[in-house]
């Protein structure tokens, strides 16, 4: 099994609840997508065109001054569960991965991994940059992701067009191939039913919503990815200062929302918050979509000061490590075991029993 | 405000939890039905009848040995939430207290009451003497009240028929004019779901079932007073007797489905008994009717030994008075207040911080 506390941060860094608004904003994620010329693109690219541009993005990540040290994944050299472990920590796709049903990791599928920055290699596209950072803190992750690439870009023929930018295996990603996205706690504009104008107003202004898990992924817990849906025809720093914006009137309105329940409702509020946390603290039996829901719970409590004691790291800690994959890792379990639902009551139990409210 | 703890044991004796199978069987209480001969019956009765009534079974209980000290509570003299909290002891009835939407209680409406022995006077019939005891103890509670019924019988002339035994006002009645009953636990046999058959059976063999506020009253928290139908054609031996019979029989069943329970879905129950728990302990607002499930739900888990260290002596106080007049009373807030959820979450809270679990 891969020892993922080996790695500087564990690859959960950005998880650390030390960024701006953490309680609020769990994560800022940004994404750039680079391919190289002379190789085929995504699809149709072959097992000998893939592993040829893995084995140049490892000369080069390499050769570099900021992947000079990176760890690097072959996730078809990797069991199934270490991959759902890279998956989980949000490192790697599902796809990229292989964990669809009877579906395996291709050759040249690769994560390379030095502190709060990532490269997926032979993704959609060959390269796929990931710069993440604690609470919402867009700038910093960008500045991060940027200088990794600014690197890579000296050692590498990354495919760009005069007027089109960057080239992309999908249009939609072409130009800055850059995807900037927030995982955000919104259970205060769930709770007023506000949630729906605002997921509504973000289609507007050209943003989207996914679940914890990306694209594809259910809703969860009240845990929402806000991210720009086009790349193309803005420049990075315009990209960026627009989800910026939406994302700062996004936590206002929750904020708003959280006033307004406290004020209005805050028996209801305190209730909930609370038997989350009673339910969290004695139940035998938690399935991870329910402990998601009651983290939830919990979180907006500890917000909301109504719990105090309990910090937001090791909420997020919690919901790294319920998680299958992490739950099986901990205690030495398949992450099929039918008895997970208990050992993660077990290990939540442990946790909370740590910390004095 | 009546002060019922100035009351020898408080009315409550029987829900210390000292008696045999506390843990299942609540309490045991024993009701003799007795009319005065040259007296108009039940509904007939007039306010003047009742009235002489009173006045003769409080000089007969007066000059009685068992009754000497006893507290009297005329019921039309007391507030309303005085004659519920009477009523939440199970020491009268809804209508003897007139506690119906627009009722009031009639003039003679009293309750005569000295340690585990009450006298409802001017219910249904003239009186009904109470006898009740903690846990399974049929023949106990019997025996104490007996000793009143022939004190009081040697001093008032009770309605007799040398054929038809003592008379009452419903012929459902005549004979003994006693009715036995249990109130017993069975979560067991709800969660394994034989509690239909059994209740069937019961029908079968002349018993009958109510739920924990006696007639017309739901089952709410697997409470169940079980007692008898019938009381004419049979001795008061042969009805506790048979009543005995059948009592064991379903404890028993009742322990083998908690066994089944432990042996088949451990998980399930230690789940289902430890989320209650939980939820009673953090809970920031909690209804009557859940918290009896609630309690429910931890009293099978202290049964079966998942949960230690709470009593179930505990878990009775907690049962009366988390009702709405006693919660109020002891809170000091009208019965009717709208905050009772909140406060009633507190005084849970305030009582298991006590016992460390």
Same mark, same amino acid.
């Given at each position: 099994?891969?020892?993922?506390?080996?790695?500087?941060?564990?690859?959960?860094?950005?998880?650390?609840?030390?960024?701006?608004?953490?309680?609020?904003?769990?994560?800022?994620?940004?994404?750039?997508?680079?391919?190289?010329?002379?190789?085929?693109?995504?699809?149709?690219?072959?097992?000998?065109?893939?592993?040829?541009?893995?084995?140049?993005?490892?000369?080069?990540?390499?050769?570099?001054?900021?992947?000079?040290?990176?760890?690097?994944?072959?996730?078809?050299?990797?069991?199934?569960?270490?991959?759902?472990?890279?998956?989980?920590?949000?490192?790697?796709?599902?796809?990229?991965?292989?964990?669809?049903?009877?579906?395996?990791?291709?050759?040249?599928?690769?994560?390379?991994?030095?502190?709060?920055?990532?490269?997926?290699?032979?993704?959609?596209?060959?390269?796929?940059?990931?710069?993440?950072?604690?609470?919402?803190?867009?700038?910093?992750?960008?500045?991060?992701?940027?200088?990794?690439?600014?690197?890579?870009?000296?050692?590498?023929?990354?495919?760009?067009?005069?007027?089109?930018?960057?080239?992309?295996?999908?249009?939609? =990603?072409?130009?800055?191939?850059?995807?900037?996205?927030?995982?955000?706690?919104?259970?205060?504009?769930?709770?007023?039913?506000?949630?729906?104008?605002?997921?509504?107003?973000?289609?507007?202004?050209?943003?989207?919503?996914?679940?914890?898990?990306?694209?594809?992924?259910?809703?969860?817990?009240?845990?929402?990815?806000?991210?720009?849906?086009?790349?193309?025809?803005?420049?990075?720093?315009?990209?960026?200062?627009?989800?910026?914006?939406?994302?700062?009137?996004?936590?206002?309105?929750?904020?708003?929302?959280?006033?307004?329940?406290?004020?209005?409702?805050?028996?209801?509020?305190?209730?909930?918050?609370?038997?989350?946390?009673?339910?969290?603290?004695?139940?035998?039996?938690?399935?991870?979509?329910?402990?998601?829901?009651?983290?939830?719970?919990?979180?907006?409590?500890?917000?909301? =000061?109504?719990?105090?004691?309990?910090?937001?790291?090791?909420?997020?800690?919690?919901?790294?490590?319920?998680?299958?994959?992490?739950?099986?890792?901990?205690?030495?379990?398949?992450?099929?075991?039918?008895?997970?639902?208990?050992?993660?009551?077990?290990?939540?139990?442990?946790?909370?029993?740590?910390?004095?409210?």
């Amino acid at each position: 099994m891969i020892d993922l506390s080996l790695l500087p941060d564990g690859g959960i860094g950005w998880l650390d609840a030390s960024g701006p608004k953490a309680s609020i904003v769990l994560s800022t994620r940004i994404r750039l997508a680079r391919n190289l010329e002379g190789h085929v693109f995504g699809q149709r690219a072959g097992d000998a065109d893939r592993t040829a541009v893995l084995t140049r993005v490892s000369e080069a990540g390499a050769a570099s001054d900021r992947l000079g040290g990176a760890v690097t994944f072959q996730l078809d050299q990797l069991e199934r569960a270490e991959r759902q472990l890279l998956h989980e920590r949000h490192l790697v796709s599902k796809e990229l991965a292989g964990l669809d049903r009877e579906s395996r990791p291709r050759p040249g599928a690769a994560l390379l991994l030095q502190g709060g920055v990532g490269v997926m290699v032979n993704e959609e596209d060959h390269l796929r940059l990931l710069g993440m950072r604690s609470g919402f803190a867009l700038e910093e992750a960008y500045a991060e992701v940027e200088a990794v690439d600014a690197d890579l870009g000296r050692l590498l023929p990354f495919a760009f067009h005069p007027e089109f930018g960057y080239l992309t295996s999908c249009p939609t =990603n072409a130009g800055t191939g850059l995807r900037a996205s927030v995982l955000i706690h919104l259970p205060g504009l769930v709770l007023t039913k506000e949630i729906g104008k605002v997921l509504q107003g973000l289609a507007q202004v050209g943003l989207t919503f996914r679940g914890l898990y990306g694209e594809g992924s259910e809703v969860v817990g009240n845990f929402f990815q806000l991210s720009n849906q086009t790349t193309l025809g803005k420049s990075e720093d315009e990209l960026l200062d627009h989800l910026g914006k939406i994302v700062r009137q996004v936590i206002e309105y929750e904020e708003q929302a959280r006033e307004i329940l406290l004020q209005k409702a805050p028996t209801e509020v305190a209730d909930k918050t609370w038997r989350a946390y009673g339910l969290l603290k004695y139940a035998r039996s938690l399935s991870f979509e329910e402990t998601m829901n009651l983290l939830s719970g919990v979180r907006l409590g500890v917000g909301l =000061n109504l719990i105090t004691g309990l910090s937001v790291y090791t909420l997020n800690k919690l919901l790294i490590f319920t998680q299958p994959a992490h739950l099986a890792a901990l205690e030495g379990r398949h992450s099929g075991d039918p008895e997970l639902p208990t050992v993660r009551a077990t290990s939540v139990r442990r946790v909370l029993e740590t910390e004095a409210v």
